[in-house]
């Protein structure tokens, strides 16, 4: 009888442990969601003195039930600085004026499309949401954003940014900020190796062989079969020519046929296609990796975490042209929220002097051409990037971009995990294309 | 008054009981159901989610699923990993409440800790499980090594065939205490009478197990079995985050391809088709569990 029992009661915290890892997903979620939770722990890490604002804002929340009307923001960015700058502006441009009052929201980046498109159906939208370039078309089609037309001035704004949020002539959002990757290198591996930094696909095999040991392999690039995946791979289609609609051309198989050789010469690992961008960084910065395709971002955390790592930062290495890929965020305004508000506020976060404390913070690189220029001292890090801009293009923008971003994706996995040979990977993703873009 | 009372009267009061689990099962079971079902048949897409016309195309995402070589992969995925897991976890964790049943002394602590596996959420299971398969710091690949049984390590989670079988371990790994506490309970219903008389009688282990615990475990392995099933069949958490349905798709399941059609290319319908796929299936599973337990509360 009294075993009975004791399974009895186990079963049940079984159950329970059940049903608890059940909404352990969803109950994430909300743990995160808080900006001002996670802004205020950082706050506590770093300076004492920027807590107040922070519990400053969970007290005008209240107040604001009274008179300013309420502004919803959602984001994506889980880096705990980039949530503090947010905050800081948000925190500013509250204290700034009565009217409306502004609250961030943060949504896991995988959930992040999700939970806009359940919003769109069930008519629960914020009134701005800060989202992935590439997706932006999508969003347009669904009619849930706001013509902007006229109202920002984005004259001097970096041209593929400004397109990602342009459909049919009508601006729908405003580039927060713009990335793109580049090749970062081990300074030492390359010195020990007697190395310069290539320029070349030529080279760049020559180099990644050189730098390959047992422990050591030469070149990693995120390789996941997804939107952050196709990120990685265009600049290797795009810099022999082929655009994003093109795989299937000769062109196209030899960005395949590269990328393939470089896994079976064994210089670039296949565990790529289960590496986010951010365990490639881990791994060059642990030293598993000589060399890697990243962007702009990774900067404060390297930084951070390996101040002793010497790297450097080059173009990557071009096919026929020097060629790299456009990302980051645009600020849309959704149609049928608190539209004035929204607007009030994103002209306060587009001023110059706020555009220049979020990307100094972020690691990013400021949208307005104008500012990027000036923004980097000439020996920064930063600077590549800011060259590499030049040769940056966006993907898109095309309402049904994610459906031919997974076609890339699909193909150059393919090849790496060698379960086809680059022409038949370039052939069925030409095929999946062609239905998509007539 | 004599209207009130029989409103009152014992079967009407019943149905009045019954009410509000009805209500409940219609707003937040049937109605999401019919939904799911109504936009399956329509061809709803980013353009015309909000706002456009919704035009009803019927079957056509389902014959459309049909021809699509990576629904017709994930639908045989999911039945393969399915049954595989279903057979090694009811296996090991019978045998395992079988060990468990006899009287030794750390028989209940021990027990006890085997179900730590079941308590851990899926997610913290499924990147333990990552790491242990991992290519270049895997432990398992490690160990392997350190037994010279392989000379190159196994890229277990960057090919197809082994990813699916990484997946299956992982699972097993947690199906194992579900199976083995359930029929650890069956066991103990099994009267001890029995066991005494087939031994007077002369049975041997072998004969008691197939004449005595067997046959009166029947109704216990029928609920584990399609219980385990339903659990195993809408796998997602899992496999979301131990190969993302890759290499190539090769790990695609039903539910995980479902959410990458609606959310991450906005095929909402073709999504919703693959939902309803999936549903049907565990529906005629469903049918045979109430079967099964109504037919063990007659006897």
């Known amino acids: ?438 | 008054m004599g209207k009130v009372k029989k409103m009152f009267r014992y079967d009407n009061a019943g149905v009045l009981f019954v009410l509000p689990a009805f209500i409940y099962m219609l707003v937040f079971v049937g109605y999401p159901i019919i939904r799911n079902i109504i936009l399956s048949f329509q061809d709803v897409s980013a353009g015309n989610l909000v706002r456009g016309v919704k035009n009803f195309i019927f079957f056509d995402n389902y014959l459309e699923l049909f021809q699509d070589s990576v629904f017709r992969t994930s639908l045989f995925n999911t039945l393969r990993y399915t049954v595989l897991c279903l057979v090694f976890q009811f296996v090991i964790g019978f045998a395992l409440a079988l060990f468990f049943n006899r009287r030794f002394s750390f028989a209940k602590p021990v027990r006890g800790i085997l179900l730590v596996p079941w308590m851990i959420p899926v997610t913290v299971t499924a990147l333990m499980f990552k790491l242990l398969f991992a290519t270049d710091i895997g432990v398992i690949n490690y160990i392997l090594r350190s037994f010279h049984l392989i000379n190159k390590n196994i890229e277990w989670l960057t090919t197809p065939q082994t990813a699916m079988f990484a997946l299956i371990c992982a699972n097993v790994w947690i199906g194992i205490p579900f199976n083995m506490i359930l029929i650890s309970t069956g066991l103990t219903t099994i009267p001890k009478e029995l066991y005494e008389s087939a031994s007077i009688d002369g049975a041997n282990k072998t004969q008691t197990f197939f004449s005595i615990t067997l046959p009166l475990l029947k109704p216990t392995i029928e609920s584990v079995l399609i219980l385990g099933f339903i659990y195993t069949f809408k796998v997602y958490d899992l496999v979301y985050v131990m190969t993302s349905g890759g290499p190539v798709n090769s790990t695609h399941m039903l539910s995980t391809y479902s959410y990458k059609l609606s959310f991450e290319m906005f095929k909402y319908s073709k999504g919703s088709a693959v939902a309803n796929v999936l549903l049907v299936i565990l529906l005629v599973v469903g049918v045979f569990y109430i079967k099964a337990t109504t037919k063990g509360e007659e006897a």
């Open chain 1, 1 to 438: 009888m009294k075993s009975k029992k004791v399974i009895s009661l186990l079963a049940a915290l079984a159950i329970t442990a059940g049903l608890m890892a059940g909404c352990g997903s969803s109950g994430q979620t909300e743990n995160t969601a808080n900006t001002e939770g996670a802004a205020d722990q950082e706050a506590q890490e770093e300076s004492p003195a920027a807590e107040e604002p922070a519990s400053e804002e969970a007290t005008t929340d209240e107040a604001a039930a009274g008179g300013a009307e309420a502004v919803t923001i959602w984001y994506y960015w889980e880096t705990e600085g980039h949530q503090v700058a947010l905050d800081q502006v948000i925190q500013d441009y509250n204290a700034s004026q009565g009217n409306y009052q502004v609250t961030a929201k943060y949504v896991p980046f995988a959930d992040f499309k999700k939970q806009l498109s359940i919003g769109a159906s069930a008519d629960e939208l914020p009134d701005i949401a800060i989202l992935d370039s590439p997706d932006h078309a999508s969003y347009v089609e669904m009619g849930i954003f706001e013509d902007l037309t006229g109202k920002f001035d984005v004259g001097s704004y970096y041209e593929g940014a400004v397109n990602s949020c342009t459909v049919d002539g009508k601006l729908y959002g405003v580039p927060f900020g713009v990335n793109c990757l580049a090749l970062y290198y081990n300074e030492d591996m390359l010195k020990e190796a007697g190395r310069e930094a290539p320029t070349t696909w030529d080279e760049l095999m020559d180099t990644a062989k050189a730098l390959t040991t047992d422990s050591v392999t030469g070149l990693a690039l995120c390789s996941v079969q997804n939107e952050e995946g196709t990120f990685n791979f265009v600049p290797w289609l795009w810099s022999t020519g082929a655009d994003s609609y093109s795989i299937g051309s000769e062109n196209g198989i030899r960005a395949l046929t590269f990328i393939q050789n470089l896994v079976n010469e064994g210089v670039m690992s296949k565990e790529c296609i289960n590496w986010t961008q951010g365990d490639v960084m881990n791994q060059f910065i642990a030293g598993n990796v000589a060399m890697m395709e990243n962007g702009p971002w990774q900067i404060p955390t390297m930084q951070k975490e390996a101040p002793d790592l010497n790297w450097k930062v080059t173009l990557i290495p071009k096919d026929s042209q020097y060629s790299s890929v456009l990302g980051g965020e645009n600020y849309a305004v959704i149609n049928g929220g608190k539209v004035e508000g929204a607007l009030d506020f994103l002209t306060y976060a587009t001023s110059e002097e706020k555009v220049k404390f979020l990307m100094d913070k972020f690691g990013y690189i400021s949208a307005d051409k104008a500012i990027a220029e000036s923004q980097f001292e000439a020996d920064s890090p930063y600077q590549p990037f800011v060259e590499e801009l030049n040769y940056a293009m966006p993907r898109g923008p095309l309402a049904e971009w994610p459906s031919v971003s997974d076609a890339i994706s699909l193909a150059f996995n393919q090849v790496i995990t060698g379960t086809a040979t680059p022409e038949d990977a370039a052939a069925e993703a030409q095929a999946t294309i062609d239905g998509i873009v007539k």
